[in-house]
T-cell receptor
């Protein structure tokens, strides 16, 4: 089975600064999808950004961008101009295109934004 | 509004009782999923269903059961055989194999406490 690793249980960033959350994954597949989800204190999971493995261009969504390194199996999330509302748990997720559309999640990174 | 509903938000049960968690979606999604979330462990897959009347075990299916009699409904029963049922449970859905939209959409979750 695929594994997703988030090696930073906790991170903090000053408001308006930039922070990068790390994610690595292990797979033998060549085609798959990667996601970052945000879980604020309400515990509602919110999609932040997605990346198709076949695309070389890194995905961006406003202040959120990824650094996708397929050969290194790395998928980091960069949050620019951090805001207080960015404080949340962030989960990296992998979707297989082979094993019945299963999703695999990392253990999460808790992000604190310091005013 | 289209979305996923889970009820109730908080659920309390006595040890030894079975309990059923509700999950309904009106997104017309084919695939539905149940996850368990414990502190420091991310999301762990309990069961998933890609189509009506079919479902597969996830990583931690022991002590749980599901049914998928209708496309929009995927209830999860936590049986008395589940040794540590107290947790936060998340239901999710996905369009399935559609190439144009492949992320998961999540419900608000149910916090189950068994004493």
């Amino acid at each position: 089975a695929q594994t997703v690793t988030q090696s930073q249980p906790e991170m903090s960033v000053q408001e308006a600064e930039t922070v990068t959350l790390s994610c690595t994954y292990d797979t033998s597949e060549s085609d798959y999808y990667l996601f970052w989800y945000k879980q604020p204190p309400s515990r509602q999971m919110i999609l932040v950004i997605r990346q198709e493995a076949y695309k070389q261009q890194n995905a961006t969504e406003n202040r959120f961008s990824v650094n996708f390194q397929k050969a290194a199996k790395s998928f980091s999330l960069k949050i620019s101009d951090s805001q207080l509302g960015d404080a949340a748990m962030y989960f990296c997720a992998y979707r297989s295109t082979n094993t019945g559309n299963q999703f695999y999640f990392g253990t999460g990174t808790s992000l604190t934004v310091i005013p | 509004d289209g979305g996923i509903t889970q009820s109730p938000k908080y659920l309390f049960r006595k040890e030894g009782q079975n309990v059923t968690l509700s999950c309904e979606q009106n997104l017309n999604h084919d695939a539905m999923y149940w996850y368990r979330q414990d502190p420091g462990q991310g999301l762990r897959l309990i069961y998933y269903s890609q189509i009506v009347n079919d479902f597969q075990k996830g990583d931690i299916a022991e002590g749980y059961s599901v049914s998928r009699e209708k496309k929009e409904s995927f209830p999860l029963t936590v049986t008395s055989a589940q040794k540590n049922p107290t947790a936060f449970y998340l239901c999710a859905s996905s369009p399935g194999t559609s190439p144009t939209s492949y992320e998961q959409y999540f419900g608000p979750g149910t916090r189950l406490t068994v004493t």
